[in-house]
């Protein structure tokens, strides 16, 4: 018998032997000392019952922190329009200033990641009879920055705009006729009779929206967590649930992406366009450094 036999028939014989003595023995627990044990699945699955539509949501009990760099997104493309396109789309980005407080109220050295935080990914379906008709990707939680050239928008972009007199409403999305529209819009602006996007008039390109602070203000400077974060995709219209319990987040059919940011903009910032955070560690000439 080779040597690398005999020691695998060694190895089994301890282990049949010595299995007696490696036995722990089961005692009972009382409901008092299991009271104190605390603990969290892993994945959790909910059906949900809305008032068109049934919903199953699978979330994954993880905490994510990420900066990361994607060339192009289109989604729902057709023809030379889309639901949706972002080149050059970033989450989170890298410190170019140690004394600036970032949105989580710290400061970070020069070169270091200010990731983008997202808690309790999920996925979710979206039912009629039976019949898949929506699904949805999101987080219960995030915060941080979403940089890109966004030419196409479909979906909520959370915005407030502050007009000439102080006031702040949300923003609206046109296309560049200067109709309201949240299906492959290309510009965003006040929701006024005396706006118009063809001549620049309180409308800017979406591409001027280079780095958006996604969360909730704080109201000191600081952006709190969002639950509204999502991208979803439906063959109909499909009533999404707001996971804050606020109101029913309507989703026409096609591409959907809800973008809830932290931001109030005056117009003057909006038509000079907000600078690009910088999401890489080297200088290629693209504007990313």
């Not at 929506?134 to 939680?141: L, S």
């Not at 966004?150 to 702040?168: C, K, M, V, Y």
């Not at 560049?176 to 001549?199: E, K, M, P, V, W």
């Not at 005056?266 to 693209?286: C, K, M, S, W």
């Amino acid at each position: 018998m080779k040597a690398g036999a005999i020691g695998c028939a060694a190895l089994a014989t301890f282990c049949l032997v010595g299995v007696q003595d490696v036995l722990a023995e089961l005692k009972p627990i009382s409901d008092e000392e299991l009271g104190q044990v605390q603990g969290q699945a892993m994945i959790a699955i909910d059906q949900l019952a809305g008032m068109n539509q049934q919903f199953t949501r699978i979330t994954l009990g993880m905490d994510v922190e990420l900066q990361t760099n994607i060339d192009s997104v289109v989604l729902g493309e057709a023809g030379l329009a889309s639901d949706l396109a972002v080149s050059q789309l970033s989450l989170g980005h890298i410190a170019r200033d140690d004394t600036v407080i970032q949105l989580d109220g710290q400061t970070y050295a020069i070169g270091d990641i200010v990731p983008f935080v997202a808690e309790n990914p999920y996925f979710e379906l979206a039912e009629v009879n039976g019949e898949v008709v929506g699904m949805r990707v999101g987080f219960g939680q995030a915060r941080g920055t979403l940089s890109g050239d966004i030419a196409s928008f479909s979906g909520n972009l959370g915005l407030q705009l502050e007009d000439g007199a102080g006031a702040t409403s949300q923003a609206a999305l046109y296309d560049l006729s200067t109709t309201a529209t949240n299906y492959q819009a290309t510009h965003i602006g006040l929701a006024d009779g005396a706006t118009d996007c063809s001549a620049g008039i309180q409308c800017a390109a979406l591409s001027n929206l280079q780095t958006l602070d996604i969360g909730v203000d704080n109201g000191d400077g600081t952006v709190g967590f969002t639950e509204d974060l999502f991208l979803s995709f439906q063959n109909q219209a499909v009533d999404w649930q707001d996971l804050a319990g606020g109101p029913i987040i309507t989703a026409n059919p096609g591409v959907f992406v809800n973008l809830p940011t932290s931001m109030t903009l005056d117009l003057q910032t909006l038509q000079n366009g907000i600078p690009r955070a910088r999401t890489e560690y080297i200088d290629r000439g693209v504007g990313l450094f």
